[in-house]
């Protein structure tokens, strides 16, 4: 596709690309899974994770979408022609589907709580009512999809790629903020203790299957963002030192993020394996017994709420390039049907913690059925998939031309690259796969 739209600079495909990484996950649940799984030792095991199973998987989608030029379903088509591989663009393009559905309400969520932070009203707030109530959720929902809506019909360079230049850095500034804040907080030698220095007894086979998929779904790998990002990188972009810079910030946030939340944790007697509730309710309580509380306050929500606006556009890009290349529509119409059908499955999700809460799948009611579905299941068999394709399928030419700039770069990492492909990250997935299921 001749005219397609490609990112201007690499700066701005790496901000990108940062920015649908950096989500919820970075902000309270790797400090959430951390708390949980020995602090340190964890945390060693996560960058390792990371290294030999986040950034092959990150090359690989990359590469995929980079030589093809196109969507997630057209890119295999092209890379893989008179195959089925496509099916593989098309499970991956119903995960990011699905994830929307609860992922519009959740970023709703923050941008109500940076409202209330801002105008000083956080003290006596109740999260569980909120949630439950039928109406206020819903609006704010809407207006996470009008902002993801507004930004999405820039474009790739005026829209995307312009909101991650503003946005990333500012988010960079307000997490620097708040860990210099931690800094003077009583908690913060035993928080940093905590972090960083391991206690290897805490050690199990859970911690490591734990860590294997905090990094598989940290770096948003097999929910078609990196296919279709990697389609905008342009040609001279390196896709290698492109992964590696997105997983090495994305991975300094995370980390960032837990010197911001374990320090507070300490210093108010809270344990930080509180999930959710731990950035909505207890949080905003111990900000408020901070001095300047305040103005924390409203710098931690925004920051949330930038992680969830960043990631919450890329998902959404991956049906709005499949409508307009697949189907032909404008970019106006594409985001135009995402957004409905982002906004009727958001109600359901909303409704599902309050009027819908009886109505339940499998155990679980319709929030938490998407979100166990699809981080659980669908994406893991997506990963799997796109491994095995670029480890024994894809031809190594394709590869080879990609990662090497059509032979103007090193491409000393292609069969470090494909042995990971075709064996180390199938076991990994594999064994990630397992415990969703619980099996071990």
Not at 404 to 413: F, I, K, L, R, V
Request: net charge negative; hydrophobic share 50%; aromatic share 12%.
């Amino acid at each position: 596709m001749e005219n397609r739209s490609t990112f201007a600079t690499r700066m701005g495909g790496i901000a990108a690309a940062v920015g649908s990484a950096v989500g919820f996950g970075n902000i309270w649940r790797f400090p959430y899974i951390t708390g949980q799984d020995g602090g340190a030792a964890f945390l060693l095991i996560y960058v390792f994770s990371v290294l030999l199973l986040g950034i092959p998987l990150m090359v690989s989608e990359f590469v995929i979408g980079r030589s093809a030029h196109s969507n997630i379903v057209t890119s295999f088509k092209k890379v893989a022609p008179g195959t089925k591989w496509h099916w593989v663009g098309i499970l991956s393009l119903l995960v990011a589907i699905l994830i929307l559905g609860f992922y519009v309400v959740l970023s709703g969520w923050t941008l109500r709580y940076t409202y209330l932070a801002a105008i000083n009203s956080m003290e006596g707030d109740d999260f569980g009512a909120f949630v439950s109530s039928p109406i206020e959720p819903l609006l704010w929902t809407i207006a996470a999809i009008v902002i993801n809506a507004g930004i999405l019909l820039g474009g790739v360079q005026k829209g995307i790629e312009r909101a991650s230049n503003i946005m990333m850095p500012v988010l960079a500034v307000i997490l620097l903020l708040l860990v210099i804040n931690s800094c003077f907080q009583p908690g913060f030698s035993e928080g940093m203790s905590y972090l960083f220095v391991p206690d290897w007894s805490k050690v199990t086979g859970q911690v490591w299957i734990d860590a294997l998929g905090q990094a598989f779904f940290s770096l948003s790998c097999a929910m078609g963002i990196l296919i279709a990002y990697g389609s905008y990188l342009g040609d001279n972009t390196k896709v290698g030192k492109t992964a590696c810079t997105v997983a090495g910030l994305d991975t300094i946030i995370a980390i960032m993020a837990g010197i911001v939340i374990f320090p507070a944790c300490f210093s108010f007697g809270i344990e930080p394996e509180q999930g959710s509730s731990l950035v909505f309710v207890t949080l905003p309580r111990v900000f408020l017994q901070m001095p300047g509380g305040y103005i924390l306050g409203v710098l931690f929500f925004l920051l949330i709420t930038l992680a969830g606006i960043t990631s919450c556009m890329s998902i959404f890009e991956v049906p709005v390039s499949y409508l307009q290349e697949e189907w032909k529509m404008s970019r106006k119409t594409a985001v135009l049907c995402s957004s409905i059908w982002a906004l009727g499955l958001g109600v359901v999700c909303s409704l599902s913690l309050g009027l819908l809460g009886d109505v339940t799948l499998w155990g679980d009611n319709i929030f938490d059925f998407l979100d166990h579905l699809t981080s659980r299941y669908m994406m893991p068999i997506c990963a799997l998939l796109i491994s095995l394709f670029v480890g024994w399928w894809l031809d190594k030419e394709i590869i080879q031309d990609t990662i090497t700039n059509w032979q103007n770069d090193s491409g000393w990492y292609l069969r470090p690259l494909l042995w990971i492909m075709r064996v180390f990250a199938p076991i990994c997935i594999f064994i990630i796969f397992l415990s969703g299921l619980g099996l071990i």
